[in-house]
């Protein structure tokens, strides 16, 4: 089980589920395609590391690591 | 029950504007959503011989919202809850079905007739989408389109005339496990007034982990809803978008790049726009100025009333035309750059440095036109998503100087320091980022959420805008523009125009003549109240100079020019050999003569934009008399760069917020002008007066926590005041 800012650039993943994340962004997150069971690929990442751009049902989402710290996710290897 | 009104609702990006733009046409209106400072657009059209009202509700990914920020799905969630009458149009795009079903289904509990317009269908390969099983499935009629291209159309118009047979009923069973659905009939039946929708909302608010339950098990169906209708896979992102990011997003070149569109940005809206405005600026002057002057004249009106009409009325009509181009070019540049969907891959890049600022990435582009004018800078601010963001960009625009402004620093350092002056110009600028930078700090801790907005965004594919639909948008922005800032600078010119032209004479208050005008007499009264900042009571031009300044900084230069030099005002004598046509003529000449000096500012666009000034020779010498030190004329310029910027970029602030903020932003600018510039002198002439400037020291000490005091105090007070939005 990994977070997200352990991932690198091309990396696949599968989300577990959303540990400690706070209700408020998760309810955001579920609007944008993320929910368990998602698979995600961190397709860009910013200069100086953050934010990262990843792919998840088909859409390309920016997000800070922060905001996304607490989703456990599942990497693919 | 009347079923006449038609509800866009559907994921932002998914086609909905195209779709509300090819229903509508230009049958248009655009104002905002009571209460707020979001964009509400309406229009109409006739079907059958019946009128149908459209409403396109802000985009929206999910109608269970928590936090103030997603101020677009609450705006939409709202609507949709106490909405009794009217049909809802969820348009879903074809190519990302699975994310779009998943606010259909939140739609269907609520239990309105509905229509799922699928679009962007040419995205997909033609039979991967079984429809029809699709509308089996959902319970609602589906309908297929392109809206770009106006394939599908008629069937959707079929549906809309059949809306009448649309049954509300949900006929979609989700699967919630047995809790939820015990804990929200249990609310239903202890408030008989609440619908299914809402009651699932408020479980999942109360309820630690409920909302997590809910989303598994509406993604759940909407995967088997998906697995059942599409014949195949999704297509992945389109190779085009997949190129331009490796360029737009790429580690190193993204950066780089991204400075590079907003030179071009600059250079499109202030150097382009700009080389249109000084025919906009002389044409309306001689419609609404000298040419009404002279029709006065001619009808022998006094000339108070003149002065009203002529240099109070028509400055104004003057003025607020004069921003046309510059606006415009900005608004079509942005609204270029937001169609492609570039914006999202600048707010990406920029980030990480704005949020040390305490700003989401997209407000760069605000505050970088803010160098340019101030007045786009602050109306671009509309395209920030969160209204806290866009209050605070818009009161930290104001610091950033405009081209007026250099355009008055560049005249004093000319005559005060000849050697070394740029460097004082860049101080001056970053003195002005520094303030701007303390505002947003002061804001976030008083009046506004201390929170960072979240960068959750997509980001779209990027596709090429429609010109017309460019135009169009921009148009109506401008008219709004002109509506709106008109109503503020219009009264205000009024006021200061006629009473820089009236002067006090032996025969009473006239045009021309001899005496100082009115605006003279009110400068010399208030001049004491300068002194601090090191204006010598002698100095009353400088202060008209900076009253005049609050019309608009172009003017500055020439009100110190001629009250220097000692002349009288505009006079009329000039009306009488004032000739229309030769000053049209004149006015539309400036155009190629601007635009071939474009050359030049290709290498510096903000040192290009400045304006055409210089003082006078005579004046130039006289002026050294009057400002006794070089610490003074620092402490002016101080003052020039942040104190109230002009009444324009004010009427865009009452636009683009509210009231309550275009006053906060005079005080403040103005507060924190005075302190500064008044800080600067007083620790720069100690020498000369130990005492008293300890003591003003002391005094301003004290005011800056009083005021702090002040504001955190009534905080909960002025919040409220705050977040009253402009009505449409």
Known sequence: MVAISSMKKGERAKIIDFGQTPKSMRMRLYGLGFCPGAELVIEHIAPLGCPVAVKVGGTLISLRLVEFQHVRLKKYE | MNNSTLVLVGNPNSGKTTLFNGLTGSDQRIGNWPGVTVEKKQGSFCLANEQIEVIDLPGAYTLNYEQIDSLDERIAAN??????????????????????????????????PMIVVLTMMDKVTSKAIDVDKLSEKLGVPVVAVCAHKAKGLDDLYTAITHRDDISAENS???????EIKTAVYDKMRFNKQLS??????????????????????RYGLVREFCKTTLTMPQKNTSSITKLLDKLFLNRFLGLPFFLFIMYLMFFTAINVGGAFQECFDLSSEAIFVNGLASVCLKLHMPDVITAILAYGLGKGLNTVLTFIPVIGAMFLFLSFLEGTGYMARAAFVVDRFMRKIGLPGKAFVPLIVGFGCNVPGVMATRTLESEKDRILTAMMSPFMSCSARLAIFTVFVSVFFPHGGHNIVFALYLIGILVAIITGFFLRGTLLDKSLTPLLMELPAYHMPRANVLLRQTWGRLKHFVKRAGRVIVPVCMCLGALNVLNVTATGVVIGGE???????????????????GLSHNNWPATVGLLMGTLAKEVVIATLNTLYSGLAGIKPAAIENFQFWPSMVEAFQTIPANLSSLGDALVNPIWASRADQALKPEVAGTISAYFPDLASVFAYLLFVL??????STMAAIKKELNHFWMYFSLIWTTVI???????FYQMATIQQHYMSSILFLMAFAAMFYFMQFVVKKNSVTLIGMSQKGCSA
């Open chain 2, 515 to 533: 005496g100082d005008s009115v605006l003279s007499y009110i400068g010399k009264f208030i001049t004491p109240i300068f002194e601090p900042i």
């Open chain 2, 79 to 112: 609507y949709i809850t106490d909405m009794q009458e009217g049909v809802l149009l969820n348009v879903v795009d074809a190519s990302n079905l699975e994310r779009h079903l998943y606010l259909t289904i939140q739609l269907l509990e609520h239990n309105l």
């Open chain 2, 172 to 178: 979609v069973h989700i699967p919630y496990p047995k």
């Open chain 2, 673 to 679: 002008a005075y302190m500064t510039s008044a800080v």
């Open chain 2, 196 to 217: 299914y929708a809402q009651a699932l909302t408020e479980v999942q608010q109360e309820q630690q982990d409920a909302d997590i339950v809910v989303a598994d098990a």
């Open chain 2, 642 to 647: 942040l104190y109230v910027p002009c009444i």
